[in-house]
């Protein structure tokens, strides 16, 4: 990937880290999104004993998953210690009730992108919206494989290209710096998958249109839950007053009905981790199958 997508990670931490305060308010489509991937494991019937929440946030995915496997061990993990503090105290009455072997939640501050989780010891691995933080997303799925356990899931969402394409579009009027973050496509994501391991991969992807009454509002909804500009290539100080009009302009000439419109493209996935067959054969056949020498 060009090193001017990079994210800068000390200057994300920092972005959530700030945006605790703000981020339940402010986070819609994220508990949207949520909401919609825990309806799709309707349909998936299996019973994880211990659940990985990777990129957990303020907790409510990890709240959705543990009233859905009250008999679970949940591990939170997110880059932000302050978002991880402020999860902690979010504990439904209905758990308190539960014996202590049944309430168990662990929180891990840790980048997703290199877990302190040892080999095979996850179930269930739930990301809601936060592969998109991660830089490398090959060795983040390796990562995720190595931790899983055979026939462990893998179940995520993460935003696409066309995420932000009129914020983007207005900014490309101005200049031709990173404004945007940048976004993987739902089938290289898929190929990613396969590349380390996974079974069979279902992807699928929605578009989720939020309007807004300006270009502030949009901006402003994007601070609050973190998620704005910590690109390596982007400007360095704030924008000049005549290129920060220029973009308004541009972006004044999408509004429809009355309002402006901030597009995301959400993708959607979950794949097995697949027992590896090689390891259930006898050494003289693997021999003479040629995988060992």
């Known amino acids: 990937m060009n090193s001017e997508h990079n994210l800068d990670k000390k200057q994300l931490r920092s972005a959530f ?22 309806s799709r494991l309707e349909y998936i019937k299996y019973k994880p004993d211990v659940i990985l929440d990777a990129g957990s946030g303020t907790g409510y995915g990890t709240q959705q998953l543990v009233k859905r496997y009250p008999g679970s061990q949940l591990i939170a993990v997110d880059i932000a210690w302050a978002m991880l503090s402020h999860a902690r105290p979010n504990i439904a009455w209905w758990q308190r009730l539960l014996p202590l072997q049944q309430q168990r939640t662990d929180y891990v501050c840790a980048d997703i992108e290199q877990f302190p989780i040892k080999n095979e010891s996850i ?26 356990r055979t026939d462990g899931l893998l179940m995520f969402s993460t935003f696409g290209p066309d995420t932000l394409k009129e914020l983007r579009q207005s900014f490309a009027q101005v200049d031709t710096l990173s404004h945007v973050n940048h976004f993987v496509d ?35 909804d994007l601070k609050a839950i973190g998620a704005h500009n910590v690109l390596l290539g982007r400007q360095q100080g704030l924008m000049g007053k005549n290129k920060w009009q220029q973009a308004i302009a541009a972006y004044e000439k999408l509004r429809r009905n009355g309002k402006l419109p901030a597009t995301f493209e959400v993708v959607y996935g979950h794949a097995w981790k697949p027992l590896d067959r090689r390891s259930i054969l006898t050494p003289e056949t693997r021999r003479q199958l040629g995988l060992i020498p």
């Open 17 to 38: 880290e700030r945006a605790t305060g703000s981020y339940d308010q402010a986070a819609v489509l994220q508990r949207e999104v949520s909401n919609r991937m825990m």
């Open 123 to 148: 179930g269930m691995i739930w990301s809601n919206l936060a592969l998109q933080w991660c830089n490398d997303l090959d060795r983040t799925f390796a990562e995720m494989h190595r931790i899983l």
């Open 186 to 220: 739902m089938h290289d994501i898929g190929d990613l998958l396969v590349h380390n391991g996974f079974s069979t991969p279902v992807m699928d992807m929605e578009y989720i249109t939020l309007t807004y009454d300006d270009v502030i509002g949009v901006m402003r």
